[in-house]
């Protein structure tokens, strides 16, 4: 199993990147696939998901507007453009994979702690935002 995570950067406040999540290992099409980031020193915080059937999708407040979440089953991956970002976007980013209902992937994003429910990670990719 392998969720490989690339795109990350170094951008200005005001720019734009588009992070990719390739995945390989297992039935991708059963699976909800979402992004977590961690800044140092802060809890990892799950910021975007998509469900695995009807595109179902999950914002946090501190990206929504600014960020959308889409994916391509035929190539197993799963993208995350991100607008307008701000400094405070500035951390590791990390996808993971889910084979629950979108419900409850929603609530691991939600929750403290509830990253610990996600069956996948891949390795993160860093996105700098410079002010």
């Known amino acids: 199993v392998q969720l490989q995570a690339s795109g990350g950067g170094l951008v200005q406040t005001g720019g734009s990147l588009r992070l990719s999540c390739e995945a390989s290992g297992f039935i991708f099409d059963n699976y909800a696939i979402g992004w977590f980031r961690q800044a140092p020193g802060k809890e990892r915080e799950g910021i975007s998901c998509i469900s695995s059937s009807d595109g179902s999708t999950y914002y946090a407040e501190s990206v929504k507007g600014r960020f959308t979440i889409s994916r391509d089953n035929a190539k197993n991956t799963v993208y995350l453009q991100m607008n307008s970002l701000k400094p405070e976007d500035t951390a590791h980013y990390y996808c993971?994979?889910?084979?629950?209902?979108?419900?409850?992937?929603?609530?691991?994003?939600?929750?403290?702690?509830?990253?610990?429910?996600?069956?996948?990670w891949g390795k993160g990719t860093l996105v700098t935002v410079s002010s």
């Open positions: 993971a994979a889910a084979k629950t209902s979108f419900q409850a992937t929603t609530v691991m994003f939600q929750a403290p702690g509830g990253y610990l429910g996600m069956d996948y």
